[in-house]
T-cell receptor, first 113, second 113 residues
Framework: DQQVKQNSPSLSVQEGRISILNCDYT??????FLWYKKYPAEGPTFLIS?????DKNEDGRFTVFLNKSAKHLSLHIVPSQPGDSAVYFC????????????FGKGTHLIIQP | EAEVAQSPRYKITEKSQAVAFWCDPI?????LYWYRQILGQGPELLVQ????????DSQLPKDRFSAERLKGVDSTLKIQPAELGDSAMYLC???????????FGNGTRLTVT
């Protein structure tokens, strides 16, 4: 049972526009959320995170929004650049038990010129 | 920037053979993780270490997989015997602690024939 869901396997966005990647979760024990970016043949790279006590965190072109009541978070990239083309993973920490991250299946973002 | 080192980058082995992967985490990172990523899926936690102790190995197929981190620094993941379904990317990650971002290595791509 997928506890972290990324329902869009791929997303195509024009260069310069906003990219919005979505993530839903089912485990109410999740209290810390992260986004990772992955290029082919490389390991995932940490992008941005948000604690459950916040509803927004911003870092340059990247902003993550958290809606706890809806168990939904989103990553906004503005403006989108060609180097942003990659697979993006949403991940979450649980407030109890072991500390390993639970990942979604990923969304392949394609930035078109 | 310090990196998580993994070797080998690629490994091809025949089924029923033994295979081993090595990981050297970022210096000072007490927590080490092994993840498996099947193509089209997100990384799945296999085992988590805190120093030399296993914190979580609930998803590790213990009949064929073993992991150790004897001195609390580098770690080895072994599969014996390998099966066709073990073909995947094996990722090692380390972190300073809970709710800290995981830093991933570039992984070992395993192909079992």
């Amino acid at each position: 049972d997928q506890q972290v869901k990324q329902n869009s396997p791929s997303l195509s966005v024009q260069e310069g526009r906003i990219s919005i990647l979505n993530c839903d979760y089912t485990n109410s024990m999740f209290d810390y959320f992260l986004w990772y970016k992955k290029y082919p043949a490389e390991g995932p790279t940490f992008l941005i995170s948000i604690s459950s006590i916040k509803d927004k965190n911003e870092d340059g072109r990247f902003t993550v929004f958290l809606n706890k009541s809806a168990k939904h978070l989103s990553l906004h990239i503005v403006p989108s650049q060609p180097g942003d083309s990659a697979v993006y993973f949403c991940a979450a920490y649980s407030g109890g038990g072991a500390d390993g991250l639970t990942f979604g299946k990923g969304t392949h973002l394609i930035i078109q010129p | 920037e310090a990196e998580v080192a993994q070797s080998p980058r690629y490994k091809i082995t025949e089924k029923s053979q033994a295979v081993a992967f090595w990981c050297d985490p970022i210096s000072g990172h007490a927590t080490l993780y092994w993840y498996r990523q099947i193509l089209g899926q997100g990384p799945e936690l296999l085992v988590q270490f805190q120093d030399e102790s296993v914190v979580d190995d609930s998803q590790l197929p213990k009949d064929r997989f073993s992991a150790e981190r004897l001195k609390g620094v580098d770690s080895t993941l072994k599969i014996q015997p390998a099966e066709l379904g073990d073909s995947a990317m094996y990722l090692c990650a380390s972190s300073l602690g809970r709710s800290e971002p995981l830093h991933f290595g570039n992984g070992t791509r395993l192909t079992v024939t």
